[in-house]
């Protein structure tokens, strides 16, 4: 009842400030990606449904920081909150955002990284780069060995794995040798040694590995068990909590094993972020809080975006609509 009440009210207006609880002054400084129905190209719009940037992309992202990314005539820039570039569109590809003050850009099918304002600090060379974390970056060659880059472009770790390497997250970073996971140090040397058939990024002091037999566990980074490994299911930690099936639903366990959130018949979870974590339940989609109390019903078929951006956008029977988190506001879409 409640879903068909907003989908009414904003039938009739697109702004939604004199909902209660809204804080209009935070959520009508978004910027919204948006598409123009008529002639398909993006721009944003802010949580009232104006127009602050003119749909003249064929495609933009959400910003980050002051920028963000938008492409036009098949390559990618960087746009300000006015909608002037401030990067011309010369790159092939970007990365999804920013990370510890530089993004990955492609160019000629090479990847490299440029600073905030626009300027290339280290050249397109390598035919793959993945983000910054830890202060290092996943390289690869045209020999297929990985290694770590520091943010001068220089080699840190030399590269010499064969197998999948991924970003350092708590100072270790996950490698794959011989189809097994295990953890290297910033020396590039084995911390944890391979032999788990799937290992995940340490968070908070805390990783999902997945042991040989196919359960899996939480593990330390001293490579004890928090968590020992006989879950079909262990999610990523985050914000304190963890995402664990159990008695044929999802809980959510604390930092010591205890359980937080009391397993629940969801089909699936999400870790949490900003607070909020998505729920899957009956093929639609919803979000609870960490008291495990749904504060979006799930009811809509496709939920898309990071709560860390500050909205969400859904997809259901009544329309499409962006909601902004925390807030809980809904701006219907179409």
Do not use: C
Not at 106 to 119: L, N, Q
Not at 267 to 296: M, T
């Amino acid at each position: 009842m409640l879903q068909k009440v907003i989908a009414t009210i904003l039938a009739v207006s697109v702004s939604l400030t004199a909902l209660a609880g809204v804080n209009k002054e935070g959520t009508d400084k978004l910027l919204i990606p948006w598409t123009d129905v008529d002639t398909r190209l993006e721009g944003y719009k802010n949580t009232s449904g104006k127009w602050i940037i003119k749909p003249t992309f064929k495609n933009v992202r959400p910003f980050d920081g002051e920028l963000a990314p938008a492409e036009k005539d098949g390559l990618w820039g960087f746009i300000n909150k006015k909608g002037k570039w401030v990067v011309q569109p010369t790159f092939d590809l970007l990365g999804n955002r920013f990370s510890e003050g530089l993004l990955r850009v492609r160019k000629t099918e090479k990847w490299g990284f440029m600073d905030v304002s626009g300027k290339l600090v280290i050249e397109p060379t390598f035919d793959f780069a993945d983000d910054f974390s830890d202060g290092l970056a996943v390289a690869r060659l045209s020999d297929g060995l990985s290694g770590y880059i520091d943010k001068t472009g220089n080699w840190v770790i030399k590269p010499q794995f064969k197998g999948s390497a991924f970003g350092f997250h708590d100072g270790l970073a996950r490698v794959y040798q011989n189809d097994l996971g295990g953890y290297i140090d910033k020396s590039g040397n084995w911390f944890i040694e391979p032999q788990f058939s799937f290992v995940g990024d340490f968070s908070e002091g805390f990783a999902s590995v997945r042991a040989t037999d196919g359960k899996y566990g939480l593990l330390t980074k001293t490579g004890h068990w928090r968590l020992s490994p006989k879950y079909a299911e262990v999610g990523d930690f985050s914000e304190g909590l963890v995402a664990v099936y159990v008695e044929g639903g999802y809980g959510y366990f604390d930092s010591v094993g205890n359980v937080v959130i009391a397993p629940l018949q969801f089909d699936w979870v999400s870790k949490f972020e900003n607070g909020v974590a998505k729920i899957k339940l009956n093929r639609k989609y919803g979000y609870i809080n960490k008291s495990g109390e749904i504060i979006i019903s799930p009811t809509y078929q496709e939920m898309f975006g990071s709560p860390k951006d500050g909205y969400i956008e859904a997809w259901g029977e009544n329309g499409k609509f962006i909601i902004t988190i925390p807030e809980l506001k809904y701006l219907k879409i179409e």
